[in-house]
């Protein structure tokens, strides 16, 4: 089918990327560390700077603006750098290329590139879903008459990308009510953005779309209605993005790491205390209206839970996307995060 070349066509760039990428992987360290150790003549270590990129798309809260609007940041010495916007896709590459530092986008597209070679691994945990606000959500037009797996077959669903969540999570719904095949089910139509899968439903060119977004945002949008979520296949685990450097980075800087922990951990525990504040930050920066920047849940005291790891490395193995025998902890550790030591 179309849609399965696409997938495979997929896997195969992320591995040539990444095979180009992983000879600067050695040299990508020079940038990250041009400030390491420095210090003021009071002794007072200056702050270490780690470089992150934004979303071509601000689709939903950006905790790294966050902790650099509070400052949360700098009372642990730390210096969060925007570089700039760069695709969800590339921050694998990114990261081996030197150009960025860390990044945290879905955990499926990290265990891809750790199973490209990539050595990578995550270090605190950042969204995961729960009942209220999922991860994916896939919703109809009222009154479209799609509401069971059944109703699927033959239609077409509205995707910004082919790969991880935004199949997987479908694909494991179907399955789970009684599609033995979901695959050749339905029909991929692939857009660049969510607003162009929102115009593209609006105008009946799918049926069904897969958005990161939230209950209140489909309410508030009008017309259409939630079929399922990730939340109705996994309950909290299918949407983790936790957040990963190389390995490098790690070994050479880990005193920096557990700070980078620290200052995560306690601005995720923030904003799931000040959500409407952390959405305003947001959207103030990406110079976008409020309404368009979607609600997160965030793992308490970032620490990573291993079964929403576990899931997709199962789910992607079971594909063929990736080879069988990656385990958990070659994709991330809690080691960093002293709350994870005293649960």
């Known amino acids: 089918m179309k849609n399965l070349s696409i997938y495979k066509v997929t896997g195969l760039c992320m591995v040539l990327i990444l095979s180009i990428f992983m000879a600067g992987c050695q040299s990508s360290q020079k940038a990250a560390t041009n400030n390491a150790g420095n210090q003021t003549g009071n002794s007072v270590p200056s702050l270490f700077d780690i470089r992150f990129a934004h979303s071509t798309a601000i689709i939903g809260i950006d905790s790294f603006w966050v902790a ?7 009372e642990e010495n730390i210096n969060l750098v925007d570089v700039g916007a760069i695709s969800n896709n590339e921050l694998p590459a990114s990261i081996l290329a030197g150009q960025i530092d860390v990044a945290g986008k879905h955990v499926n597209r990290l265990v891809a590139a750790i199973n490209a070679g ?3 691994k995550a270090v605190v945990a950042s969204t995961e879903t729960s009942k209220e606000i999922p991860h994916m959500s896939f919703a109809t ?14 239609k077409k669903i509205g995707l910004t990308t082919y790969g991880g969540c935004m199949d997987g999570t479908p694909n494991a719904w179907l399955k789970k009510n009684g599609i033995a095949d979901p695959k050749s089910f339905y029909e991929v ?13 609006d105008q009946g060119d799918v049926d069904i779309v897969g958005i990161h977004k939230d209950y209140d945002w489909i309410e508030n949008y009008g017309g259409i209605k939630v079929i399922f979520t990730d939340y109705d296949v996994w309950e909290t685990l299918g949407g983790a993005c936790p ?4 390995q490098n980075f790690i070994d050479q800087h880990p005193d920096e790491i557990k700070r980078f922990v620290k200052v995560m951990a306690k601005t995720h525990n923030w904003i799931n205390q000040n959500l409407e504040q952390a959405r305003e930050i947001t959207a103030r920066k ?6 368009n920047i979607g609600k997160y849940y965030y793992a308490t005291d970032g620490v990573i839970d291993p079964a929403s790891v576990q899931v997709w490395i199962d789910i992607m193995t079971e594909t063929g996307e990736i080879k069988s025998g990656i385990k958990v902890e070659d994709v991330y550790t809690n080691e960093f995060n002293d709350y994870a030591k005293k649960s």
């Open 189 to 201: 139509v692939v857009l660049p953005t969510e607003a162009k899968l929102m115009q593209a439903l």
């Open 141 to 154: 037009k009222v009154g479209s008459g799609i509401s069971t797996a059944q109703d699927f077959k033959g």
């Open 68 to 74: 650099q609007e509070l400052g949360f940041d700098k």
């Open 243 to 246: 957040y990963y450097f190389s």
């Open 286 to 291: 990406a110079n976008t209206d409020v309404k």
């Open 118 to 120: 990539a050595k990578l």
